[in-house]
């Protein structure tokens, strides 16, 4: 924002163009309203000119806005200020409605950038992805922010359903749809959320797929020497995240105290058909930032690729990458091993050798499954899965939860079955 204009704005990026948007104060109704203004540049555009075009843009449009003419001598101000520091750039005046304010399609990608300092970047991209789906269905609609009715965000839902989209995947995307709704009713744009009034379909309960013991120890024959052999093992002893394996660094782990941390995770971004690695920091949620023990196996499994990583790096020479020296889960040539890869390889090795399917994933509710299976409580396998909530846990596993219903049984068993047996030994005394 420049100090110099009596406005605030912002400069946005939609579909890889460069918008400013501008907060003012509609004299008329006394409401705030935001005004979206092109700036003719591409979202590669060097920051200089960026913010030259901006400036140039805002001054324009408040000279509009009160008014006045290129010779007033106030506008002159404005726009001697906003030219003090860059030259002026030709841009474009063409903008959102007037009437109507923006499209409601327009709208969701506004509010994808008010959130995303506040998301990880996996989270950004899967609402991006879910915006996109809304893209297509309202382009053409002419459906602006401002008359979009329940009935609107009704059809699109229905229209999902008929292709075949599950409850979940609508719920997800009625999610996005309703926090988006929801910043548009905070910053005045709209009184009502309207997507409050519309049914979404019934959710399947979702019951997870997981191996039993004698499955696990088949699978892990099929993975012995092989890339994924450490992936494999330390999804189904630990239940971790495909992210949170991959983006396991030496560090995290300490030999000494028996403990590894899990505190990075690694996931894709794709674009121009390309895999790009990204490591964050930031996990799915604040409890799967965890500490856990090291289980001795794992720990010889890890001392094992501490070891071939040397050989090969010695061997190798400079044949071999060095750029991702601090990750566990690696190659013999140093590459990171990918989630692309790690998910199809998975995959392929599960299906050639005639194992009942499974994905990569369920090894964590295999990890849940056998922990319940032994007494352990949903509590406990709450903390060493992350999860974020009691909740969470639940929902996923309850139905697998045999032992304490075995142990309800015999309490109730013990407490009604001891008297009910007291009542027919004195029947049959009598």
Partial sequence: ????????????????????VIDYKDEETGKRKKKWLATGLNADAKKREVNAVAKNVAADFYKR??????????????????????????????????????????????????????????????????????????????????????????????????KGSSGNNIKHYHANIHNALKYAVKIDLISTNPSEKVDLPRVEKYEATFYNKDELEQLFKVFKGDRLELIVYIAAFYGLRRSEIIGLKWNAIDFKEKTIKICSKVVSEFGSGKERLICESELKTAASRRVLPLIPYIEKLLIKRMEEKEYYSKMLRSE???????????????????PEFATNHFRYMVETNGLRRLRLHDLRHSCASLLLANGISMKAIQDWLGHSTFNVTANFYSHLDYHSRIESAETIAKVLGGEMEDDEDKKSSQ
Avoid at 75 to 90: C, N
């Fill in 1 to 20: 924002m420049d100090k110099g204009l009596p406005l605030k704005y912002k400069v946005y990026t939609k579909k890889n163009k460069l918008y400013v």
């Fill in 65 to 162: 806005l009160s008014g006045q003419t290129e010779n007033d001598s106030k506008a002159k101000t404005v726009t001697e200020k906003a030219d003090q520091t860059e030259a002026s750039v030709p841009f474009s005046s063409e903008s959102v409605s007037e009437e109507k304010g923006y499209e409601f399609t327009e709208f969701m990608y506004i509010w994808l950038e008010s959130v995303k300092p506040r998301v990880a970047r996996s989270t950004y991209n899967s609402y991006k992805t879910k915006i996109r789906g809304i893209e297509k269905y309202f382009k053409g609609k002419n459906v602006y922010l401002s008359q979009l009715k329940p009935l609107d965000i009704q059809g699109f839902y229905n229209y999902l359903y008929s």
């Fill in 320 to 338: 071999y990458d060095h750029t991702y020296d601090e990750f566990v889960c690696c190659d013999n040539f140093g590459k990171l091993i990918t």
